[in-house]
Nanobody
Framework: HVQLVESGGDLVRPGGSLRLSCAAS????????VGWFRQAPGKEREGVAA????????YYADSVKGLFTISQDNASNTVYLQLNSLKPEDTATYYC??????????????????WGQGTQVTVS
């Protein structure tokens, strides 16, 4: 049984930073691909970042390049998303996702098999 549990969402002021965590159980994050998506009210879900763990390659949506960083900790089987220079338009529910099958270099093409429940980030 795969579980992805996000944490770290919070209310933060513009320009602030947060680090989101995704603790995986029943799934080895080195299986291929882990990623982060977000969905704002009234908007479609957007792929934000992905990490091809087998090669250590990272992929980002253009909107967050240079601002967000995805990383992994193998010892704790956890994936992180560091969010810097946050803007009000970054307000959304952020979801962790994983896929053992493929990890396309364009994040929006990722179709994860497993999803977390989400953590709320509010920038105001």
């Amino acid at each position: 049984h795969v579980q992805l549990v996000e944490s770290g969402g919070d209310l933060v002021r513009p320009g602030g930073s947060l680090r989101l965590s995704c603790a995986a159980s029943g799934y080895d994050i080195n299986s291929n691909c882990v990623g982060w998506f977000r969905q704002a009210p009234g908007k479609e879900r957007e792929g934000v970042a992905a990490l091809r763990t087998t090669l250590g390659h990272t992929y980002y949506a253009d909107s967050v390049k240079g601002l967000f960083t995805i990383s992994q900790d193998n010892a704790s089987n956890t994936v992180y998303l560091q969010l810097n220079s946050l803007k009000p338009e970054d307000t959304a529910t952020y979801y962790c996702a994983a896929d053992p099958r493929s990890c396309p270099p364009v994040v929006r093409d990722l179709t994860p098999e497993f999803w977390g429940q989400g953590t709320q980030v509010t920038v105001s």
